[in-house]
């Protein structure tokens, strides 16, 4: 249950400020000045893990822009830089990739050769890194370093992304693409069966570093000149060895989620 809450706090990112072209959600629509942003929205979530199924969180979304410090959904930080065209930033970032056994499928798992007896629940964790933005004519491009300082899998996460921004009237859709590289101890964790585990029965498997390939579509449309609607679609292709993982549903070899939302801002 605190797990969920968590996410139902923090997941759903918002960007009713327009400041970004990468992430869960759309942006690059027309600036404006408020620094703060509230509303609500919902996040469905096609999960690739045994037996989980699709999974729907209504999200309140929260989002703040000041001269040093930002909030912006799962992310808090510092503007180290910021230029016309970069910018550098210290983040602290919620991950949640973390899962309970309980929530998995036991004919599932079973099918799979894993008796959920044997397995523990993953924890979610909280990455500590730097994030880097470049903007120009051609789109955005934004770099990601962020290493587990909960020690939840102890690994790191490197990501690369870009989205262009399309403009019809007030409406801004941005498709885009990119990539994160996960280390051999936070696939292993997050993917594959751990020591314990395996000592109790379960067949030992070890996806090592891995990169995941992602594209998504997002989009934002103004209501007014305090409300804006947006949303996101995106798909993570997995590669063979997480679709291998006996802790993924049989024959998946993607994800995808589904955000929208209604935000003001103050």
């Given at each position: 249950m605190l797990r969920h809450a968590l996410v139902v706090c923090l997941l759903f990112p918002t960007l009713a400020s327009a400041q970004s072209s990468t992430g869960d959600l759309p942006a690059n629509a027309d600036p404006n000045d408020d620094r703060w942003s509230l509303g609500i929205g919902a996040r469905v979530k096609d999960s690739a893990y045994a037996g989980e199924g699709t999974r729907t969180l209504p999200l309140p979304l929260v989002n703040y822009e000041g001269e040093r410090f930002f909030w912006r959904g799962v992310t808090g930080g510092f503007h180290l830089f910021e230029g016309e065209a970069f910018r550098l930033e210290a983040v602290v970032s919620g991950r949640f990739d973390g899962f309970d056994i309980d929530d998995l499928g036991r004919r599932e798992l079973l099918a799979n050769g894993l008796d959920p007896d044997w397995l523990q629940d993953r924890d979610d964790g909280l990455d500590v890194g730097l994030s880097a933005r470049w903007r120009g004519r051609a789109g955005e491009l934004k770099f990601e370093a962020l290493a587990?300082?909960?020690?939840?899998?102890?690994?790191?996460?490197?990501?690369?992304?870009?989205?262009?921004?399309?403009?019809w009237g007030r409406?801004?859709?941005?498709?885009?693409?990119?990539?994160?590289?996960?280390?051999?101890?936070?696939?292993?964790?997050?993917?594959?069966?751990?020591?314990?585990?395996?000592?109790?029965?379960?067949?030992?498997?070890?996806?090592?570093?891995?990169?995941?390939?992602?594209?998504?579509?997002?989009?934002?449309?103004?209501?007014?000149?305090?409300?804006?609607?947006?949303?996101?679609?995106?798909?993570?292709?997995?590669?063979?060895?997480?679709?291998?993982?006996?802790?993924?549903?049989?024959?998946?070899?993607?994800?995808?989620?589904?955000?929208?939302?209604l935000a003001r801002g103050f």
């Open positions: 587990d300082v909960a020690d939840a899998s102890g690994g790191y996460e490197l990501s690369l992304d870009y989205g262009y921004a399309l403009h409406t801004t859709v941005v498709p885009g693409a990119g990539v994160r590289w996960m280390s051999k101890d936070m696939a292993d964790y997050y993917y594959g069966t751990l020591d314990e585990e395996a000592a109790l029965g379960a067949p030992a498997y070890r996806p090592g570093s891995t990169l995941i390939p992602r594209a998504s579509l997002g989009f934002s449309h103004p209501l007014g000149r305090k409300w804006r609607m947006i949303g996101a679609v995106k798909y993570e292709f997995l590669p063979g060895e997480i679709g291998d993982s006996p802790l993924i549903e049989a024959g998946t070899d993607g994800e995808a989620a589904l955000s929208i939302g």
